[in-house]
C-alpha cells in the first residue's frame, strides 16, 4: 500500500493526485481522523464480460458441426433439414 495523504495535502494538490491515480491505476490513500479512503480509478468493464452463460452453449470448432450425427436428436429428420 501507497503513503496516505492527509486531506490538507489533498487539498493542496489535488489536481495532481486525481492525475496520478489516472495515469499508474495506483490508488491513493487519504487518511483523516485514524481511518482510510481510497480513491481508484474506474476501471470500464468490456461488453464480453456483461455477457451472460449459456448453459447447454455449444463450444468448439464450427466444422466439427457439419461431422456430427444428428440421427440420435429426436425430430430431426435429414430430409427435412436439407429441404425445408
Known amino acids: 500500500m501507497s503513503e496516505a495523504v492527509t486531506p490538507s495535502q ?9 492525475d496520478r491515480v489516472l495515469e499508474t491505476g495506483e490508488p ?16 470500464p468493464k468490456g461488453k464480453l464480460s ?19 450425427d444428428w440421427s440420435d436428436v429426436i425430430g430431426w429428420d435429414p430430409d427435412r433439414a436439407l429441404n425445408p
Not at 489533498?10 to 486525481?18: H, K, N, S, V
Open 10 to 18: 489533498l487539498r493542496a494538490d489535488i489536481y495532481r493526485l486525481i
Open 28 to 43: 491513493l490513500e487519504i487518511e483523516r481522523k485514524g481511518r482510510r479512503l481510497r480513491l481508484v480509478p474506474d476501471v
Open 50 to 68: 456483461r455477457l451472460t452463460p449459456q448453459p447447454g452453449l455449444i463450444i468448439g470448432d464450427p466444422d466439427d458441426l457439419v461431422e456430427m
